[in-house]
């Protein structure tokens, strides 16, 4: 592995040049169409895309796999169209050696072929033949055999238990490491896949099983029926003694005459924690069905939880797998993480039309993916769960998201691709989150019937094929009738950044209002954007309260300033983003602020959210001052559950900005202001409280306990989370309520000494809960002391942890102040080893790191560390750009707030 991306770093420069070879690939055979007796054989490794004369038609995949060894063998048949005859043919390939390699021509012709790999970043690899191959249909056929992969790419291993399991991970460019294949979104195909693996073991994969029959001995053969046209990266495999859960097959309907099996499969002992999901599956796939007026497109479903992945899940046709925490639920799951999961099984649930029935032609639109199953995830749980308050999701998933974009370094939401490592970067909150909550404001633009019919229309115009950022809106526009809403798209999609929206509110004539929107770029305090470079076109609406009654105006706004004129009315206020909806920021004059403030209870929910992030991200910008910040929290401490904790979520940088002998002032403005509402919460029984107010309570909890003034809650829970860890006796699990078990873990690292550190550190060792086990190192990393950092880094590196769990150690211990120092000493002592035992996808977004700190000094020494280390973590450039852009604004706050905010608490 290290061979191959030390080879990959150093063909840097001819990456430049072959990133523009993709037109002079392009270029070459269309020159050698011009005559019949020249060969195509492309010179130049296209390390963009692929050549677009060699198309593949099918593939036929037999695999030899046992979890227990360290490799497998593969026999790959791929059926193409070739433009023009071709002497060499470019294809991807990763870590297989091959052992043999030819063409089979129409008439059964074979012509051997000399496979050379590794030409080009990622995997990029020829196929040279004896002879012309001619223009027309062929088979290109390759014997090989790999390694299985232990970073959680391509065909990987996993161990839990002493137990070894095979599953994939494709997406995004990882299945060329499991078979050689024109890997790219573009090509879309059939695949028949057969598996050969000893008896005994479940074989899952994306077609229903046709047979399985005894092969050699203790070996047996599964066939699997040739799926619909997927792409490479949509193939899924899972071999190992996964414990199977049948479930009852999703009925017929009005639009599918067949019913869908559905089953279930997890690691040995954990097919129990499979029901919930399985019995909510139905209503999802129904709901979604009725949703796209498009049967479920895959014939069979299967929901696999590995033992580690390196994502949430991944949306493979019909054989979605996921990560444990993120499918398996049982009596230790808190609200909050069932939450979670049921949003991440609706998410992938809905890619299996938008991302898999219709995908992306390239990676640049892989926001349409990811974007649209973010937001029909909520609209999904609001179908099936009405209780539940879904609604506001893509509200507060784009707030989740403006963090990033609130970056001079932050992407557009439709991303140019250049390189390998773009195509791994689009896979973030700018793309999810952002894009989720984009297309919640246009569906509201566009009214929720128009917009529906958009997307029904794209389902039937591109099923079973490829679309980019222009069929999607041009679907958009006709479905509902509505052709300007492209431009105002584009606006959102095609450039990075927040629209930040200064509304001001006067009243030239008490029977005559104005207001007056000037648009700009959000920068937070010590950012370098020019805020004035960009306007989009904004979907503006705005709530009025005053003489003619409660009123939302709406208008596109299309220039750097709009005078909207209130002809018979002077408002008693103005809330400048009417519903929620909006995925823009403001900030409003004094006396609109402060009317905003007096009538908060007045506002929508949504509302309320978007006034709290008014108020946190002004504070963050310079344009609210300490004062005006705090008491419009106090004033959210009244409103609804989301808006109160979008509030008090700033309070952990006040506190950072405090010294230790600074931070009573803060403790008792928390306790002051969200005390009586934690105590009026905690008097009522789970079953008078919604969901968001249990969610709520919990928040509130923890927040008092830590920032507020609890000392003996703090105890009795220092003493339950002893007994849970097994200091009181034996581990006792039921000790703790799931959704206390952060809070106790941070007041027994706290608090309870290193007896509790050494109990916790054990415990963990004999945990099989993964979000449990997540759970307790990451806060052991983030709270322990340097000697506790010091070692459990020794541990997690030189142990049997996952990948995954070595991620989450070294970024908790990096989000540790007290011991900062001492994990980034250890991250660089031992940075191969670190790299080594991540996940491959995240060894990239090591650089990220710098981001961490609140010291440009200390920032731009960790800057050089990943500079000079480049060579280990390929495409990490926008990760450092980030991390280190974090850390200026980190520390341009502190410098001018730490004084005012510590002023204000000294009060």
């Known amino acids: ?258 019913p869908v099996p559905l089953r279930g499969f997890a690691a040995r002992g954990k097919r129990d924690q499979l029901s919930e999901a399985l019995d909510i599956t139905d209503e999802m796939l129904l709901w979604q069905e009725d949703y796209f007026d498009y049967p479920y497109p895959y014939g069979k479903l299967d929901l696999i939880a590995a033992p580690e992945f390196a994502y949430g899940a991944m949306e493979n046709a019909g054989a979605i797998i996921y990560r444990e925490a993120a499918l398996l639920m049982n009596e230790q799951t808190s609200l909050s993480r069932r939450r979670r999961i049921l949003t991440t099984h609706a998410h992938e649930l809905g890619h299996q039309w938008f991302g898999n029935l219709v995908t992306p032609k390239w990676w640049n639109d892989i926001w349409l993916n990811e974007a649209f199953a973010t937001w029909i995830s909520y609209k999904t749980m609001d179908g099936v769960d009405p209780d539940g308050e879904w609604g506001l999701s893509p509200i507060l998933a784009g707030l989740s998201a403006m963090g990033a974009d609130s970056l001079q370094s932050a992407r557009q939401i439709r991303n140019p691709i250049n390189t390998n490592g773009d195509i791994l970067d ?107 470079a960009q306007t989009w076109n904004v979907p503006f609406a705005a709530r009025l309260k005053g003489p003619v009654g409660d009123r939302t105006i709406r208008q596109m706004l299309t220039a750097p300033v709009t005078e909207i004129p209130l002809d018979g009315d002077c408002p008693d206020w103005v809330m400048p983003n009417a519903g929620g909806t909006g995925y823009w920021r403001f900030d409003t004059n004094a006396e609109n602020l402060t009317a905003l403030i007096s009538n908060f209870d007045s506002l929508s929910d949504a509302e309320q959210i978007m006034f709290a992030d008014a108020l946190t991200s002004g504070f963050r910008a310079g344009r609210i001052s300490t004062d005006d910040l705090m008491t419009g929290l106090a004033a959210t401490s009244s409103g609804h559950p989301r808006a109160v904790s979008e509030g008090f979520g700033i309070i952990g940088t006040l506190d950072r900005m405090l010294e230790p002998s600074e931070q009573a002032g803060l403790r008792a403005w928390v306790q002051h202001t969200y005390g009586p509402l934690a105590e009026y919460l905690e008097s009522r029984p789970a079953t008078a409280l919604s969901q968001q107010e249990m969610l709520l309570r919990d928040r509130l909890y923890g927040l008092l306990l830590e920032y507020g003034e609890r000392p003996a809650e703090r105890r009795a829970l220092l003493a339950r989370a002893r007994q849970y860890v097994g200091l009181e006796g034996s581990p006792d699990a039921t000790a703790l309520a799931p959704e206390d078990l952060s809070t106790a873990m941070i007041i027994g690292i706290e608090d309870g000494g290193a007896d509790f550190y050494e109990a916790a550190k054990a415990y963990v060792t004999t945990a099989t809960n993964q979000n449990e086990r997540s759970t307790i190192l990451r806060v052991l990393a983030s709270r322990g002391s340097k000697d506790v950092v010091s070692d459990l880094f020794s541990a997690v590196l030189n142990g049997p942890n996952s990948t995954d769990e070595v991620f989450t150690v070294v970024y908790g211990a990096m989000a540790n102040p007290a011991a900062q120092d001492t994990a980034w000493d250890l991250i660089t002592t031992n940075f191969e080893t670190v790299v080594e035992r991540m996940p491959e996808i995240r060894q990239p977004k090591l650089a990220g790191l710098t981001g961490y700190f609140c010291s440009v000094r200390k920032a731009a020494e960790a800057e ?16 450092l750009a980030q991390g280190t852009e974090k850390a200026t604004l980190c520390s341009a706050l502190r410098a001018q707030k730490a004084l005012d905010v510590n002023n204000f608490f000294q009060q």
């Open 1 to 258: 592995m290290h061979d191959f991306r030390f080879r990959a770093a150093l063909a840097g420069a001819v990456s430049l040049l072959a990133l523009h070879a993709c037109g002079n690939a392009n270029s070459a055979s269309e020159a050698s169409l011009g005559s019949q007796t020249q060969p195509v054989q492309i010179q130049v490794p296209p390390a963009g895309q692929l050549p677009t004369d060699v198309t593949p038609l099918a593939y036929r995949l037999e695999l030899k796999t046992d979890p227990d060894a360290d490799s497998f063998s593969g026999n790959v048949a791929i059926d193409v169209a070739l433009t023009a005859p071709h002497a060499r043919i470019w294809l991807h390939s990763v870590d297989q050696t091959v052992l043999s390699a030819k063409a089979v021509l129409d008439d059964g012709t074979h012509i051997p072929a000399t496979f050379t790999g590794n030409q080009a970043p990622g995997g990029v690899s020829r196929l040279d033949f004896d002879s012309p191959i001619p223009a027309g249909t062929a088979t290109l056929e390759i014997s090989y055999t790999a390694p299985y992969n232990m970073g959680l790419a391509g065909l990987y291993k996993a161990v839990q238990s002493d137990t070894d399991y095979l599953a994939t991970q494709m997406e995004a460019i990882d299945a060329r490491r499991m078979v050689p294949s024109f890997d790219e979104p573009r090509f879309k195909t059939p695949w028949s896949v057969t598996v050969t693996a000893p008896e005994g073991m479940q074989v899952v994969s994306n077609g229903e099983g046709i047979s399985a029959e005894p092969a050699e001995d203790g070996w047996t053969r599964h066939v699997f029926a040739e799926t619909r046209p997927i792409q490479s990266y949509l193939v899924a495999l899972a071999v190992g003694p996964y414990e199977m859960r049948p479930a009852p097959a999703i009925p017929a309907n009005a639009l599918r005459e067949a």
């Open 426 to 532: 689009a896979f973030d909150s700018i793309t999810y989150r952002k894009g989720g909550s984009v297309l919640n404001m246009f569906e509201t633009y566009l009214g929720e019937e128009a917009f529906r019919e958009g997307i029904r229309l794209h389902m039937r115009r591109f099923e079973d094929g490829v679309a980019d950022a222009g069929d999607f809106m041009q679907s958009l526009a006709d479905g509902s009738g509505q052709p300007d809403i492209v431009e105002a798209f584009t606006s959102y999609i095609n450039q990075p950044g927040i629209p930040s929206l200064d509304v001001a509110v006067s009243c030239p004539a008490p029977d005559a209002g104005l207001i007056t929107v000037t648009q700009r770029r959000y920068a937070p305090l010590g950012s370098d954007i020019d805020t004035n």
């Open 864 to 879: 050089d560390f990943f500079q000079q280390n480049a060579q280990l973590i390929p495409g990490y450039e926008r990760s």
